[in-house]
């Protein structure tokens, strides 16, 4: 497969063609201001073999109902049907991606290194343009990521994708990074999520320390699902903010922090992705921090 390159704007990707350690903390900076870190070939083992046998995974009736998640903390595979012929082997084609692609993201991100919080990783194998989703699961509308139950505490959500469509790009468009836009439409108008009670959240606490199905979430987790529903519901952003369109093309692979830019995913199929949780703790640029730029805005403590 030829190598293309992605066609976007400057001010918003970032090709990386051949790279040393030495730049390691440039593309985190980088990424944590906004950028979207892009390789037109997947540059870690990613075998021909497993890119087919995903390909050949049609969606027939109910098999897919949605995309498939893979836990690689626990082994679990999640969104295919316990019995399907096939299940074994595509959780083995995802274990493999997922360590390939987090030994590669531990070099290419190395002040990151033994800071990285691994999350899951996906299959996305249902065409993204025309999917009839209720508003706030809608993925063509911009938004930045919050993760309902699983609370980052001020911990940042960066997402590496694999574009293994063979023939057919991946379509996003992008916006402004969170430290640009969110200031600006929160200088202008209260976006604010209602506050719960200490009570609530001590309980919250409590049940989640002893295992019970309870998110604790900081008042940064509320901020972030509420600006999520919020971008989604508020047709003067989706129609007048600054936008950008990405195409990633097959064979590409791209990474960003999709809580701090704003992305709309507008076509495509057959995408693998793998999440990361960094931690405040390990970032290089805190100022550009969605939790930072938050606690500027608002006056609020927001983590803790
Ligand atoms: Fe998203």
Redesign the pocket.
Known sequence: MAAMAAVGPSSAIIEVKAYSGEQARWYCDQLERGKVIFFSEVPFEFPDEDRKFLLSQKQTGSRFHKNISYRPAKDILKGMASGAEDREHLQRVLRTFSAELTRFVTKFLAPYSGKLKLDFASFRPLEEQGRDLPLHKR?DLL???AFPTRPTHGGRILRVFVNINPAADRVWNVGEPFHDFVPRIMGSQKIEPPQRSGFARAFARVASRVGLPVPDRSRYDEYMLYLHDWLKENSDFQQKSPKFELNFPPGSCWMVY?DGVP?A?MSGRYALEQTFIVPPDALVSPDAAPVHVLEGVTHQPMAS
Request: glycine residues 0%; negative net charge; aromatic residues 0%.
């Open positions: 993925n938004h930045v990521d999709t992305h995913v």
